[in-house]
């Protein structure tokens, strides 16, 4: 049993009532309570999940809870990305029973694109037989029908036989009588009409449409798939870091064969043809005169013109071939719960394999990489503990246990970046804000980009950053696009590890010690500059790498003292003690550079010389790797006061960039801290705690968004 009735996989806490406004993803089943969701009974950490009226109904009996809960539809997913994820999770069902080395076979990119930017079967029959559907529109057949109408005598065209009888006993129809005759005023008249609205033409209308729609479904496909193929074209031009080219490349080459921009292309401009074709077509008469509440059922009938006219039966075998691919699947209740749950846990099991493939571009691994991988996994690679963890509800962690340091990364299936309107895109900013403040730790958000152009860059920059803060308690946070139609979503969550591994240990700088300072107060005092008392005056700072010489001489200085005290007797027993525990710390102290001197990207650990102690008051630091000629180190932010750590890869920028998340485009996971430069300079960093930027002194600088 547990304290709340849900769980809010932001926060990571237990809760018992679920507010207005939430995140689709976010809220799940808390085990221990029998629950309903929509009517069906879930199972511990099930999604809230919305039925085809986009509602959630909850209901736990053994507490009286009834809720429906509506959801905003602009944050539903677009259904691509869901099928694409969906297909991707498939081959992953149970995390559990996968190894290291089986998720790495598994691309990150939607499945089977070289067969998707292919002209479908369905196309070709659509092209070859558009001509026969463009002819009935322009030149249908119609039924001829005939109606009898009483009309003024002056439009009359046809007289019936039966006029003159009818005229006798209507005499409110005459104008005058003569006589010989009658005048009529009104007389009966044949009026004759061409019908348009026969079956055979509702069936041609109705078609239009749909394959109109078919068509447009299709077009955001390809054209998704062509901007991710042209993508990397990007970063080719741009070339300012080899392993980054490299990574991208090979990817690319996984899922990709050369020449598919081109086949892209051209299934695209074909797919465009076909359906401004269809569109030409609702101008015709025959779109205008049949109503668009005249349906037909998918299932054709057998009429005569349909079999015989040569142009019908054409439309109608069009017909056909949509229906087979087309045939709408009613799902019952259960069945869409069930594909919902599928779809929020395939958005999941695809982030899982982006951090396993970015853990394993940093060169991070398990023991052994063909055994399941367990829930809390020790990963070899660095000199630190590293540990990945999945939980319970869906959510993952990488720890650094010797830091008491972690990370969480949480999985939200909402399309945010479709709130176009101020108001929405602030409340649900405020949702993300109030509960990662209520976390352990910094959190990850990790959401389904989609491409939707027009969106306003300020708001663009907020849900496209490592470095964000609350602005209550002023926990920090990310919040980051990633997608199966992007090359660049392994580097994003790459950088985020790296952030978080390589700069804590960047951070970890000047290594400190809580021993006694007084005991080796002349070493401080005259010292040569790698020891000093710490700001407490209660231990010490190891300020630069010690050199063999001044470890033997911090040996040699602590063994004479614990020879002193003994000769002074029993009395001075504990100071024996307190020097003994000393010189059994002397050995980390000789060790404490490790991971300091360790180059982040080569992993190979340089020697002292390579490390520069920099303003003293500070304690900043630089340290290069003179084989990837590389710095890394921590820099002192002047604008908010604090350190922040920076891996520099020393490259001049070839092109001004302003697209929003161009550092995951050209540098990606071999970066800690934001660079911001135009074309030809060197990198500067931001502030990866406030985001200042010292060359165009400003927290947002206007020519650069250069945030990420
Ligand atoms: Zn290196
Ligand atoms: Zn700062
Ligand atoms: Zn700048």
């Known amino acids: 049993m547990t304290n709340g009735y849900f769980w809010n996989r932001i926060s990571g806490r237990f809760i018992k009532m679920v507010p207005e406004k939430y995140l689709l993803g976010q809220y799940q089943v808390s085990p221990g309570h029998l629950t309903f969701i929509n009517n069906v009974s879930s199972l511990d950490y099930d999604y809230f999940v919305p039925d085809n009226s986009n509602e959630s109904r909850v209901i736990i009996p053994g507490l009286s809870v009834d809720k429906k809960f509506k959801y905003v539809r602009k944050i539903l997913t677009d259904q691509l990305t869901e099928n694409a994820v969906r297909e991707i999770s498939h081959t992953l069902y149970d995390l559990l029973a996968i190894c290291w080395s089986d998720i790495l076979e598994i691309s990150p990119l939607v499945p089977k694109i070289s067969e998707r930017v292919n002209i479908q079967n369905f196309e070709r029959i659509i092209e070859s037989k558009l001509s026969h559907l463009l002819e009935v529109c322009h030149r249908p057949a119609t039924l001829l029908s005939t109606e009898i109408q009483t009309v003024h005598v002056s439009t009359a065209i046809r007289i019936p036989k039966l006029a003159t009888e009818y005229l006798l006993s209507h005499t409110e129809d005459w104008e005058k009588r003569t006589i010989h005759a009658i005048q009529p005023k009104k007389v009966l008249s044949e009026l004759i009409t061409d019908e348009y609205i026969i079956y055979e033409n509702k069936v041609a209308v109705r078609l239009v449409d749909h394959l109109r729609s078919y068509l447009f479904k299709r077009i955001l496909e390809v054209q998704k798939l062509y901007s991710m193929i042209s993508e990397t074209n990007y970063s080719l031009e741009s070339h300012n870091w080899e392993k980054h080219a490299f990574r991208v490349y090979d990817l690319w080459g996984e899922s990709l064969e050369s020449g598919i921009e081109e086949k892209a292309k051209a299934t695209l401009d074909k797919l465009k043809a076909m359906y401004y074709k269809l569109g030409g077509l609702m101008d015709s008469k025959l779109y205008k005169k049949v109503p668009m509440t005249a349906n037909v059922e998918p299932s054709l009938l057998d009429t005569n013109i349909l079999t015989n006219h040569q142009d019908y039966r054409q439309v ?378 010292s060359i165009h002194n400003s927290t947002r600088c206007l020519m650069k968004e250069s945030w990420t």
Not at 426 to 436: A, G, N, T
Not at 538 to 545: H, Q, V
Not at 620 to 630: D, G, H, Q, S, W
């Open 316 to 693: 109608s075998q069009l017909w056909r071939e949509w229906y087979k691919i087309n045939k709408i699947q009613r799902l019952t209740g259960k069945e869409l719960y069930k594909e919902k749950q599928e779809a929020y846990k395939g958005f999941n099991h695809f982030c899982w394999i982006l951090i396993v493939r970015a853990l394993s571009q940093l060169e991070l691994r398990p023991e052994n990489v063909d055994i399941p991988i367990q829930k809390d996994i020790k990963l070899l690679g660095r000199r630190t503990d590293i540990r990945l963890c999945r939980l319970d509800d869906h959510t993952f962690e990488i720890h650094l246990t010797a830091h008491e340091k972690k990370i969480r990364f949480v999985s939200i299936f909402s399309n945010i970046i479709n709130l176009t309107t101020n108001n929405d895109f602030d409340e649900y900013m405020r949702i993300f804000e109030s509960d990662v403040e209520k976390a352990q730790c910094k959190t990850i958000i990790l959401y389904p980009d989609q491409n939707i152009a027009g969106i306003d860059n300020n708001r663009l920059i907020r849900i496209n950053s490592l470095f964000l803060r609350s602005e209550e308690n002023n926990t920090s946070y990310g919040i980051i696009p990633v997608s199966p139609f992007s090359l660049f979503s392994v580097e994003k969550v790459g950088r985020s590890i790296r952030q978080f591994i390589d700069g804590i240990l960047i951070e970890s700088y000047p290594p400190a010690f809580d021993i006694d300072n007084s005991l080796i107060s002349d070493m401080i005092s005259d010292n040569s500059g790698w020891v000093i008392s710490n700001r407490n005056n209660d231990g010490i700072l190891i300020t630069a790498p010690p050199q063999k010489d001044d470890i033997e001489q911090l040996r040699r200085h602590i063994s004479s003292e614990i020879k002193k005290v003994k000769v002074m007797g029993k009395v001075f027993q504990y100071k024996v003690h307190v020097f003994n525990h000393f010189l059994g710390q002397i050995d980390t102290i000789s060790q404490c550079y490790s991971e300091i001197l360790t180059c982040p990207i080569c992993h190979k650990q340089q020697p002292p010389e390579s490390f520069t102690k920099r303003y003293m008051d500070n304690h900043t630091f630089t340290c290069r790797c003179t084989e990837c000629n590389i710095e890394w180190g921590l820099n002192s932010c002047a604008n908010c006061g604090d350190n922040f750590p920076f891996i520099n890869l020393n490259t001049i920028f070839n092109h001004d960039q302003h697209e929003i998340g161009w550092v995951d485009k050209i540098f990606g996971l071999d970066l800690v801290a934001s660079p911001c430069s135009s074309k030809g300079e060197k990198m500067h960093f931001r502030c990866t705690k406030c985001n200042y930027c």
